[in-house]
C-alpha cells in the first residue's frame, strides 16, 4: 500500500466573507471594464489583455464546439424531465 498523503485540509469558505485568487482577477477585469467601451464580442480580449499581462484569452468560434447529442443517450443513466 502507497502512502500517497499524510494529511488533507479541506477549506469552507463562508459566504461574503471569503476571498479566492481568482477574485484578484475578475476584480481587476471589472475595473478595467469600467475605463472601456466595449462594443463588439472581440473587444473583450482587449479589455482582459489590458487588465494584466499574466492573463491569456482565446476567441471561439461556431466551429470550435461539437454536437454531442447524437451520443448523448450513451451517457444518461435515467431520463432527466425538462
Known amino acids: 500500500m502507497k502512502k500517497y498523503f499524510t ?3 479541506q477549506k469552507f469558505l463562508v459566504s461574503d466573507h471569503s476571498f479566492l485568487p481568482c477574485d ?3 476584480a481587476l ?6 475605463k ?3 462594443s463588439h464580442t ?3 480580449l482587449e479589455v482582459i489583455f489590458n487588465a494584466s499581462p ?5 476567441c471561439t468560434y461556431k466551429e470550435d464546439f461539437i454536437d454531442l447529442s ?5 451517457f444518461k443513466s ?3 424531465s425538462r
Do not use: H, L
Request: cysteine-free; aromatic content about 12%; glycine content about 4%.
Open 78 to 80: 435515467s431520463p432527466i
Open 36 to 38: 472601456s467601451t466595449v
Open 42 to 44: 472581440k473587444q473583450w
Open 70 to 74: 447524437a451520443i448523448e443517450g450513451m
Open 54 to 58: 499574466a492573463f491569456s484569452a482565446y
Open 29 to 34: 477585469n471589472e475595473t478595467r471594464k469600467k
Open 7 to 9: 494529511t488533507i485540509d
Open 24 to 26: 484578484r482577477d475578475f
